[in-house]
DNA sequence: TTTTTGTATTCTGCATGCAAAGTTTATAGG
DNA sequence: CCTATAAACTTTGCATGCAGAATACAAAAA
């Protein structure tokens, strides 16, 4: 499933519906996520309630959310901008990470049902056509929707959620970042091998995989900021 | 009970001079580790934002933070009650830490300053010392401030701060439920080893002593959950 | 007595007003 | 022409008002 579940932890109490203005805040989230506001960038209050169609009231209280998670940076008196991407953090994010998927690998093989594998098995195929297009932004989407879908496939909720804001930093990377063609290839190399191990359910190649996998995505994903691919705003 | 004494909470509210309201969102947060709010109690924005001296907006925005953190639960239409302690999230959040731990004592060992081994080390000897008196509220600090001094010394800020948010969770329990002796004079021979191995930066040797602590303190945390030790507002 | 339905009350969620902090612009002095 | 300073403007942070949802209560029906 490629739809990006938006919650936080509060999302997980019994809601039957979720208020009308979360929609706007999730909004919010992706034109960070995807770079549509670039790391920098003040947030006016007035201006973004505005287009986003909400009153600022929800939008402040969106604003002390999306800086738990890191994609924007509130300063006292001054308000919010985008959180800039900080090479040592997102380093230290994809550490974490790295931990997390250990973690993940070991679970999924151990207990994850057919069917979810199954799915994970479906997108990674879903992804392999995407590459095969040369279709970078479904590559993209997949390749998110697979290691989501790993995560939640560990059958710990904690685990996958904190995994999936960890990501949402991450993410804005790749967005921003187009991979060189040998580094696509590559990966999508990882990939069989991270789902054979995965079907085999061999949870020590897998974390194995992942780890490596994690590695090479993190020089990639460094080495796109350090040559500043990467736009901010002034 | 916050309702047993409301006076006592706006007289710990000092006026400041800038009316900064995040002393008032800590005093919150800790109600609810320390448990003197309940899990399962109603948290009335009125009522509250009135006891902690400050008006509903900022209050609201509080709620929304300490949602993400699983302190509250957010209850579309209905406001926000302190979380519920799901044994079975507990469990989740503590394997996560593990996952954690494990990465925090590779990296502790392999880079930590010799300071901060230092002061950890002092902070050891205060607990041992607060054991000695049978004193558990001081030992309940101090072994918290060992395990997130041990967090800050592998100089990961996002694994820091991410341990310290999955730790909130598992704090409150802790606060609610007292160790048997036995278990209590196990623990304290659990971190004597695990001071060791990090004074001696085996990185192998704490990962493992880390993990078989986070096991038996797993255990003795659902142990206390499983017992009804700890009590929910109805 | 127990269940159901209509009504009153309470509470949340959002919008908006206001004061203080911050920023920009204009002006005077060097 | 450049710098310093002050006035005007902008923006945040918080308090509060209001509409609608949820709950509690009461009366009527089974």
Redesign the interface.
């Known amino acids: 499933m490629l739809t990006d579940s938006p919650s936080?932890?509060?999302a997980?109490?019994?809601?039957?519906?979720?208020?009308l203005h979360e929609a706007a805040i999730d909004r919010l989230r992706d034109l960070i996520v995807q770079g549509e506001l670039l790391p920098g960038s003040r947030l006016n209050e007035r201006v973004l309630a505005g287009q986003l169609g909400i009153s600022r009231?929800p939008l402040?209280?969106a604003f002390?959310?999306l800086a738990?998670?890191g994609l924007v940076e509130l300063l006292p008196n001054r308000g919010a901008i985008v959180a800039h991407l900080d090479p040592e953090?997102i380093r230290?994010?994809l550490?974490?990470m790295?931990?997390?998927e250990?973690?993940i690998g070991e679970?999924a093989c151990k207990q994850a049902p057919e069917a979810a594998i199954a799915e994970i098995q479906a997108l990674h195929f879903e992804m392999r056509a995407a590459h095969a297009r040369r279709d970078l932004a479904a590559y993209f989407r997949y390749n998110q929707a697979i290691h989501l879908n790993l995560a939640e496939a560990a059958g710990?909720?904690?685990?996958a959620l904190?995994y999936r804001q960890?990501n949402a930093n991450v993410r804005r990377v790749r967005y921003m970042a187009n991979l060189s063609p040998e580094r696509w290839d590559a990966a999508v190399r990882e990939h069989d091998a991270i789902l054979a191990a995965l079907s085999a359910r061999d949870g020590t190649r897998l974390k194995a995989l992942l780890s490596d996998h994690l590695a090479q995505k993190t020089a990639s994903v460094l080495a796109a900021l350090a040559e500043r691919r990467i736009m901010a705003a002034a």
Do not use: D, F, H, Y
């Open positions: 936080s932890l509060a997980s109490a019994p809601i039957a519906r979720r208020p009231t402040r209280e002390k959310l738990t998670e953090r230290q994010t550490a974490v790295g931990a997390l250990a973690l679970l710990n909720a904690v685990l904190t960890l």
